[in-house]
């Protein structure tokens, strides 16, 4: 994309990251707006310290085109740059002001690779309950097709995809959007050479103008659009230190969850996607007894990459009233009520807390209030008697909520559930 001579002035900053500093500059529009710009977040290719970089580009043009004071932040790839552009987006949400941003109309954006963590920020925002994103504006994004099972409740989309292509990343990636019940804005362009950078960057800019004026949010005040750290609200500290306890299971239409090996025919790309990417969310797993005892012996010489690396890397915590001891590395016997143990681990930094296996122990977090997510890989086979299902036939009545469901290419359906909201 092509830089403009037109904004009015662009300062350099490095930005506290989660992992390390990101170098980043702040493009202001010109002419100066009356009332306070909208603020939006670009995640740029490459270096942008001294206008380096074709997103750093962009970031000037649109400033000057959209009227909005764009923070360009450098990214890496990974689980750690999810990281570093998650806590990118909250700066800008707790400094916008100081910039002449209103943070209230808050925009996440990015191209290509960064246009897939753009998608990945908006979706832990959701997940975190802040900060509160009016759109995500996705440029020609590269986003792998298994990236969150569960996209309802994400930030409206603005996504820009190609003709010529066959479906791109950036058209399958709208139209889960939509299927979530996500509102989104797509603008196709013709695949070929030279199809028009600044008439791109024109009618995304539009296109963002449009939906800022239908949404008007109404004014706030200086102190509520920049929130100290002890001033936010309590729904804001508590989503903020709250932890996601997740589990995943492989099941059969019957609901047999015991020895997949002996009834699950196919694993396929969609399904690895999901699984690959509850791993890269997750930074501590719990385990029961027969779980942990079937595991320690298998995995710490296993070869079976890359799941052995991470179960023997990542912290683990032990559920057993019969068990004295752990002896594999990382892993932590709990003391005391389990229940007790995981609504304090819940409200540690950190990222989400995984079940391991351990259908027992599934069961029992979900009747404590403490099963945030329960993702069922449900094969197209009846495994018939003589192997455990996951909720025996005397387990209490639970409503649970169906969040999403998504087919794959083999007939397998990843259905993902959360408990029941109860009223009032």
Do not use: C
């Not at 509160?132 to 792998?144: D, W």
């Not at 929130?227 to 059969?252: I, Y």
């Not at 020895?259 to 501590?284: I, K, Y």
């Amino acid at each position: 994309m092509p830089a403009t001579p037109f904004h009015r002035r662009s300062a350099t900053l490095r930005l506290r990251g989660r992992t390390a500093p990101r170098p980043a500059r702040v493009h202001w529009p010109r002419p100066v707006p009356r009332a306070a710009a909208p603020l939006l977040v670009l995640f740029a290719d490459g270096a942008v310290e001294r206008g380096l970089g074709p997103g750093d580009a962009t970031g000037r043009t649109l400033a000057f085109l959209l009227g909005a004071v764009v923070v360009s932040v450098s990214h890496v790839p990974g689980r750690d740059g999810v990281r570093d552009a998650s806590a990118a987006v909250e700066w800008a949400a707790e400094h916008g002001a100081e910039l002449g941003a209103d943070p209230d109309r808050l925009l996440v954006a990015g191209h290509g690779a960064g246009g897939g963590l753009a998608a990945a920020v908006a979706l832990h925002a959701r997940d975190q309950g802040w900060p509160a994103l009016v759109r995500q504006v996705l440029i020609f994004p590269r986003v792998p097709s298994g990236v969150a099972p569960v996209l309802a409740g994400v930030a409206p989309a603005t996504v820009l995809t190609r003709d010529g292509m066959g479906l791109d990343d950036g058209a399958r990636y709208a139209a889960r959007l939509r299927h979530a019940g996500v509102e989104v804005d797509e603008l196709r362009y013709d695949h070929r050479p030279g199809d028009g950078a600044e008439r791109i960057l024109t009618d995304l800019a539009a296109s963002l103008r449009r939906a800022l004026d239908a949404r008007a949010p109404p004014p706030r005040t200086a102190e509520a659009r920049h929130p100290r750290s002890d001033q936010r609200t309590t729904r804001q500290q508590e989503v903020l230190h709250m932890r996601k306890v997740q589990a995943g299971l492989f099941s059969s239409v019957d609901g047999v969850i015991e020895s997949p090996d002996q009834w699950q025919l196919t694993f396929d790309d969609e399904m690895g996607a999901v699984m690959s990417r509850m791993l890269d969310e997750q930074d501590a797993v719990l385990l029961g007894r027969v779980t942990y005892s079937e595991w320690e012996h298998y995995w710490p010489t296993s070869t079976d990459e890359p799941f052995a690396s991470w179960i023997n890397g990542i912290q683990k915590y032990v559920a057993s009233d019969t068990l004295d001891s752990v002896g594999w590395s990382n892993s932590t016997l709990i003391k005391g009520p389990v229940a007790d143990f995981v609504a304090r681990l819940r409200e540690e930094p950190g990222g989400a807390i995984g079940v391991a296996g351990s259908p027992t122990l599934v069961r029992s977090l979900l009747s404590a209030g403490l099963l945030d997510e329960l993702i069922l890989m449900i094969s197209p086979v009846v495994a018939g008697g003589g192997l455990k299902r996951l909720f025996p036939e005397d387990y209490a009545l639970t409503n649970l909520e169906l969040v999403e469901a998504q087919p794959t290419s083999t007939g397998v359906v990843i259905a993902t559930y959360r408990p029941a909201r109860q009223d009032g």
